[in-house]
C-alpha cells in the first residue's frame, strides 16, 4: 500500500528476505529498506506523479536482520480503486563486492612503483600509471591513446608483444628490455 505495508509478495521476494509471504505480510517496506520512513515513502509517491519508476539504491535487510545492498525499482499500480506500490529489489552483492575489488586493483595500479601501460590488442594504450608516466618522463596531459606500444617499446618489440594476443598463441610473453 501507499504506506508501506506490504499486500503480496512473489518467491523472489521470499528467497531474497528468507522469509515467507505471511511473515512479510505483517511488514512494510519501512522495516526492510535502511532509512526509509513515512517522509521519504511519501516523497517517493509523490515523485510517482511525475514519473513511472523510481530507482534506489539502499541498504536493505532479512528477516534476521542481515543486511545487503539493493537496487529497488518502486512503481505504482492501480487495482481495483486502489493505488498500490510495487519494489523490485535485487540483491546487488555480487556487483558491490566486483566494484570494490575493481576499485582495489585501480588504486594498486595507479600507486605501483612500477610501470604499467595497458594497452588493447591492436596495441594502443588505454592506460598509464603514474609510475610508468614518470620513468618515459610523460607529462600527465599526455593522453594514453595518443600513444602506442611501438612508441614505448619500438617496433620489433612491440609485434613480439602482440603476438601472444592472437589467437592459438603461447599464453605468455617473457624477455628484458633495456629501456633508454
Known sequence: REDG???????????LLRCGEEALREMSVLQIVSGMDADLLS????????ARFMRIS????????????????VSRLKR??????????RDESVRRKAQDELRTVHNAIQN???????ADVEGRL?????????????????AASELTLTDLLGAATAAAVLQIVKPDAHPTWTHELPVH
Open 43 to 50: 516523497s517517493i509517491t509523490a515523485q510517482l506523479d511525475r
Open 5 to 15: 505495508r506490504i499486500m503480496v509478495a512473489n518467491a523472489r521476494a521470499e528467497e
Open 126 to 142: 588505454v592506460h598509464l600509471n603514474p609510475a610508468l608516466r614518470r620513468m618515459w618522463r610523460l607529462a600527465d596531459d599526455t
Open 58 to 73: 539502499a541498504w536493505c535487510a532479512r528477516l534476521e536482520g542481515d543486511p545487503f545492498p539493493s537496487e529497488i525499482a
Open 112 to 118: 605501483a612503483g612500477t610501470g604499467i601501460a595497458i
Open 80 to 89: 481495483k480503486g486502489e493505488v498500490w506500490l510495487s519494489f523490485f529489489i
